[in-house]
């Protein structure tokens, strides 16, 4: 059913987790999860793409999706029965309160739909519109990124630390689109923000899905990531992996981030006033404060 709801209250990362213990029991189910939806995916992952219109990509897109979350959805929501559910991965703004998945079965579809390696599937509990805890595999690498609000990041068990640079003209920096069809005004402030860090970085990255840029930058492989869309499923694994790896998130202006911020910014302690001063000079919009969405445990 439609949930409609009064705006939740933004909770960002600096809150305590006092079901740390909870939490963290979860992430070894929800690793196989992800894993066993990821094997699904390597069994369908093309070589080359053979496409003649939009709609066959669609389409790949779509059937894609249905045979990751025949296996994914399933498991997680044994897992967590009370849970709602995203019909819509290509949502944004804030949840109602209370816990909810939010997955994306394969992140970086559109690469994977084209014999590109970089995809992978993720999983997401939201507690509160705060992310609790997340599992991204990897299949063609076999590697699982996991974090646990308060209780760290991890690389295939092994810690995860951001990038010690502190100059951000020594930077490898990323952004990209979160979907296709998004506003012309979007298109450009991502071309205007890549023009202006083009002459602050060393490098930029424009690529999508955010979440395999974001666990670069968790990793301390990359600098920063911003992106100016909201849609959850793109954002909050890897989010939570940059905070609990030790790196910072925030809106291009420095505000705490929250699922209702205008936009969104990744990068480590020592290079984020010299980020922000860069992003700050590109327009920024508020979006419109809701909460609706379709709560579903089927």
Same mark, same amino acid.
């Given at each position: 059913?439609?949930?409609?709801?009064?705006?939740?209250?933004?909770?960002?990362?600096?809150?305590?987790?006092?079901?740390?213990?909870?939490?963290?029991?979860?992430?070894?189910?929800?690793?196989?999860?992800?894993?066993?939806?990821?094997?699904?995916?390597?069994?369908?992952?093309?070589?080359?793409?053979?496409?003649?219109?939009?709609?066959?990509?669609?389409?790949?897109?779509?059937?894609?999706?249905?045979?990751?979350?025949?296996?994914?959805?399933?498991?997680?929501?044994?897992? &967590?029965?009370? =849970?709602? !559910?995203?019909?819509?991965?290509?949502? @944004? %703004? /804030? +949840?109602?309160?209370?816990?909810?998945? $939010?997955?994306?079965?394969?992140?970086?579809?559109?690469?994977?739909?084209?014999?590109?390696?970089?995809?992978?599937?993720?999983?997401?509990?939201?507690?509160?519109?705060?992310?609790?805890?997340?599992?991204?595999?990897?299949?063609?690498?076999?590697?699982?990124?996991?974090?646990?609000?308060?209780?760290?990041?991890?690389?295939?068990?092994?810690?995860?630390?951001?990038?010690?640079?502190?100059?951000?003209?020594?930077?490898?920096?990323?952004?990209?689109?979160?979907?296709?069809?998004?506003?012309?005004?979007?298109?450009?402030?991502?071309?205007?923000?890549?023009?202006?860090?083009?002459?602050?970085?060393?490098?930029?990255?424009?690529?999508?899905?955010?979440?395999?840029?974001?666990?670069?930058?968790?990793?301390? &492989?990359?600098? =920063?990531? !911003?992106?100016?869309?909201?849609?959850? @499923? %793109? /954002? +909050?694994?890897?989010?939570?992996?940059? $905070?609990?790896?030790?790196?910072?998130?925030?809106?291009?202006?420095?505000?705490?981030?929250?699922?209702?911020?205008?936009?969104?910014?990744?990068?480590?302690?020592?290079?984020?006033?010299?980020?922000?001063?860069?992003?700050?000079?590109?327009?920024?919009?508020?979006?419109?404060?809701?909460?609706?969405?379709?709560?579903?445990?089927?």
């Amino acid at each position: 059913m439609s949930v409609d709801a009064e705006t939740p209250a933004a909770t960002t990362f600096g809150d305590d987790n006092p079901r740390l213990v909870e939490d963290r029991a979860l992430l070894p189910h929800m690793v196989a999860a992800v894993t066993a939806a990821g094997a699904r995916m390597v069994e369908r992952f093309p070589h080359r793409a053979d496409f003649i219109t939009r709609a066959d990509v669609v389409a790949a897109i779509y059937a894609n999706d249905d045979a990751s979350l025949e296996l994914l959805r399933p498991l997680l929501t044994e897992l &967590r029965p009370g =849970a709602g !559910w995203i019909e819509d991965e290509l949502e @944004s %703004g /804030l +949840l109602p309160s209370g816990e909810w998945w $939010v997955t994306d079965p394969v992140e970086g579809n559109i690469n994977h739909a084209h014999g590109m390696p970089d995809w992978g599937v993720t999983a997401t509990l939201v507690r509160d519109n705060v992310p609790v805890v997340t599992a991204v595999h990897l299949p063609l690498t076999g590697n699982t990124y996991t974090a646990v609000h308060g209780g760290g990041a991890q690389l295939d068990g092994g810690p995860l630390l951001p990038s010690r640079k502190t100059e951000l003209f020594g930077a490898l920096v990323g952004t990209g689109q979160a979907a296709p069809g998004e506003s012309y005004e979007v298109f450009d402030r991502i071309g205007s923000s890549v023009t202006a860090m083009l002459r602050h970085s060393m490098v930029i990255r424009v690529s999508v899905p955010a979440t395999l840029q974001l666990i670069q930058v968790a990793a301390g &492989r990359m600098d =920063a990531f !911003w992106q100016f869309s909201q849609v959850r @499923s %793109g /954002l +909050l694994a890897g989010a939570l992996l940059v $905070v609990e790896a030790g790196g910072v998130v925030t809106d291009t202006r420095g505000n705490p981030w929250h699922l209702g911020s205008p936009d969104f910014l990744a990068t480590t302690p020592t290079l984020q006033a010299a980020t922000i001063e860069v992003l700050s000079t590109i327009d920024q919009i508020v979006p419109e404060a809701t909460a609706t969405t379709t709560r579903s445990s089927t």
